[in-house]
T-cell receptor
Framework: QKEVEQDPGPLSVPEGAIVSLNCTYS??????FMWYRQYSRKGPELLMY????GNKEDGRFTAQVDKSSKYISLFIRDSQPSDSATYLC?????????????FGTGTQLKVEL | DTEVTQTPKHLVMGMTNKKSLKCEQH?????MYWYKQKAKKPPELMFV???????INESVPSRFSPECPNSSLLNLHLHALQPEDSALYLC??????????????FGPGTRLTVT
């Protein structure tokens, strides 16, 4: 069983739709939960992070964590064509002298006009 | 400045070549990372440097040799690679301790092709 599971998509939605992206995890040692956005042929860009169960909102993005169910979500409101990218969930644990990120497989999102 | 730069952007090398990838950051971060990303796959951690010392090696083959000459620079030396090593190599940096340490800033990557 993978430590982090994420539906790879692809997911295609019309402009203005609400998008829901989800990940599940099995490792209770994960402390921080993040969402990265990666455009084609670019490095991942941190979108949002949280470390506790509950919701965190930033503009059109809402990150949700349920530690009891080991489930995290990212909601995108009023989706735009510029949101078309691969969205990676990532989970962090302290290992050695650094922070080890374990990524989900990524969900490819296309927002169509 | 929240930028991590990587050079070269693209690299084609033969299996007998020796080459190096370079990464630089000026954010004062003391943790730096190398990741490998194959097409349509997530990044996979290779190495972590903390205060210029290697702290994590994720059982990476010895044909990959990391080096951290100072707090701003990270190199990855490549030797006798295989075609299956072709991938996007990403560098990242972060704080070492405290709440922001999970916040890793990624460079654009070096796209490596081994022929």
């Amino acid at each position: 069983q993978k430590e982090v599971e994420q539906d790879p998509g692809p997911l295609s939605v019309p402009e203005g739709a609400i998008v829901s992206l989800n990940c599940t995890y099995s490792n209770s040692a994960f402390q921080y939960f993040m969402w990265y956005r990666q455009y084609s042929r670019k490095g991942p860009e941190l979108l949002m992070y949280t470390y506790s169960s509950g919701n965190k909102e930033d503009g059109r993005f809402t990150a949700q964590v349920d530690k009891s169910s080991k489930y995290i979500s990212l909601f995108i409101r009023d989706s735009q064509p510029s949101d078309s990218a691969t969205y990676l969930c990532a989970m962090s644990q302290i290992k050695g002298g650094g922070n080890k990120l374990t990524f989900g497989t990524g969900t490819q999102l296309k927002v169509e006009l | 400045d929240t930028e991590v730069t990587q050079t070269p952007k693209h690299l084609v090398m033969g299996m007998t070549n020796k080459k190096s990838l370079k990464c630089e950051q000026h954010m004062g971060h003391r943790a730096m990372y190398w990741y490998k990303q194959k097409a349509k796959k997530p990044p996979e951690l290779m190495f972590v440097y903390s205060y210029e010392k290697l702290s994590i090696n994720e059982s990476v083959p010895s044909r990959f040799s990391p080096e951290c000459p100072n707090s701003s620079l990270l190199n990855l030396h490549l030797h006798a690679l295989q075609p299956e090593d072709s991938a996007l190599y990403l560098c990242a940096s972060s704080q070492v301790r405290g709440a922001p340490s999970y916040e890793q800033y990624f460079g654009p990557g070096t796209r490596l092709t081994v022929t």
